[in-house]
C-alpha cells in the first residue's frame, strides 16, 4: 500500500519494509495516526526485522518524531524488531534519530 500527499510518501508495498520520503510536517501527533498505520500494520504483520527507509526524507517535525518514538516503544512490547535506514548528509535524521536507540534495544540504525 501506498500513502502519496503532495509533500510525502509512505510506502509499505515490499513485504518487511517501510519507504517514508518527501517531508512531513502535519500538526500534532495524533495527525500521524493515519499515514503511519502502514508502519503500526507492517510492524504487526513483521516477521523478521522491519525496515523502515528515511534516507529520502528531508524533514520530520517533533511531532512526527514522537509518533515514530511511539511506534519504537510499541516494537518492544511486542518484542518485534526494526531497522532505521538514515541518510547521514541530512543532519537532524543523524543527530535525532540516533537517539531512538536508546527506546529499544532491538532497534538498529543504518546510515546510507
Avoid at 2 to 22: H, P, Q
Avoid at 32 to 61: G, V
Avoid at 76 to 81: Q, S
Amino acid at each position: 500500500m501506498i500513502i502519496k500527499t503532495e509533500d510525502y510518501i509512505i510506502d509499505s508495498s515490499i513485504l518487511n519494509k517501510i519507504t517514508i520520503s518527501g517531508s512531513m510536517r502535519l500538526p500534532s501527533p495524533l495527525s500521524y495516526d493515519q499515514p503511519f498505520s502502514l508502519i503500526k500494520k507492517a510492524l504487526e504483520e513483521s516477521t523478521t526485522i522491519l525496515d523502515i527507509d528515511l534516507t529520502d526524507l528531508e524533514y520530520l517535525n517533533s511531532s512526527g518524531i514522537t509518533s515514530l518514538a511511539r511506534i519504537i516503544i510499541q516494537a518492544r512490547k511486542d518484542d518485534k524488531e526494526m531497522k532505521l535506514i538514515i541518510n547521514k548528509t541530512i543532519p537532524w535524521q543523524d543527530k535525532t534519530l540516533s537517539s531512538l536507540k536508546n527506546l529499544w534495544e532491538k532497534l538498529h540504525i543504518e546510515t546510507n
